[in-house]
T-cell receptor, first 117, second 111 residues
Framework: ETGVTQTPRHLVMGMTNKKSLKCEQH?????MYWYKQSAKKPLELMFV???????ENNSVPSRFSPECPNSSHLFLHLHTLQPEDSALYLC????????????????FGSGTRLTVV | DAKTTQPPSMDCAEGRAANLPCNHS???????VYWYRQIHSQGPQYIIH???NNETNEMASLIITEDRKSSTLILPHATLRDTAVYYC????????????FGKGTKLSVKP
């Protein structure tokens, strides 16, 4: 266990469904992130939350909607997805600071494997 | 953030040292070099990071050249469980810039 927990581990959904992915961390971190990893492609940064405020949205389609109610929880709400959205969705957290050495990097969860049918 | 260049794949014999190179010729003075690895279908795992001095921890050593334009990650005694994709990432340190992944190096440790 890394300290970042993602649920569910696997999800199959139809294109008309609405579902949510959940991420939870108890590491005392104050920044959280969603990444997408499609087959044979590098990880893509989707959303960044610093101190519960969204600071980055990397041109992600509106069918993906993030929510960060507090520094320990992060959600990704999904609706009307397309088959090409099938991927591994990874959550990560980190501790922000004025020096990268304060954070010792990101901690990732194990991901949710999403299949859109 | 500076861009990095890594070989797409490398092989290493079990028990031998694995030396993974990374070029980051456009790195600036306040950018750190981070290394992560991703074992198949798992989330990436932090390995080590450094600014300009060589660093060592229980997992690996990081050697950064004096001009900081390249670095080498060293796994001193590779095991089969070290088979993974290894990512070298340059990150702005002032506000802990975002982690942007490239394609990395697929390391295969063979018996």
């Amino acid at each position: 266990e890394t300290g970042v927990t993602q649920t569910p581990r696997h999800l199959v959904m139809g294109m008309t469904n609405k579902k949510s992915l959940k991420c939870e961390q108890h590491l005392g971190h104050n920044a959280m992130y969603w990444y997408k990893q499609s087959a044979k492609k590098p990880l893509e940064l989707m959303f960044v939350y610093n101190f519960k405020e969204q600071t980055e949205n990397n041109s992600v389609p509106s069918r993906f909607s993030p929510e960060c109610p507090n520094s320990s929880h992060l959600f990704l709400h999904l609706h009307t997805l397309q088959p090409e959205d099938s991927a591994l969705y990874l959550c990560a957290s980190s501790r922000l600071g004025t020096d990268a050495q304060l954070g010792y990097g990101y901690t990732f969860g194990s991901g949710t494997r999403l299949t859109v049918v | 953030d500076a861009k990095t260049t890594q070989p797409p794949s490398m092989d290493c014999a079990e028990g031998r040292a694995a030396n993974l190179p990374c070029n980051h010729s456009t790195i600036s003075g306040n950018e750190y070099v981070y290394w992560y690895r991703q074992i198949h279908s798992q989330g990436p795992q932090y390995i080590i990071h450094g600014l300009k001095n060589n660093e060592t921890n229980e997992m690996a050593s990081l050697i950064i050249t004096e001009d900081r334009k390249s670095s080498t990650l060293i796994l001193p005694h590779a095991t089969l469980r070290d088979t993974a994709v290894y990512y070298c990432i340059v990150v702005y340190g002032g506000s802990q810039g975002n982690l942007i992944f490239g394609k990395g190096t697929k390391l295969s440790v063979k018996p």
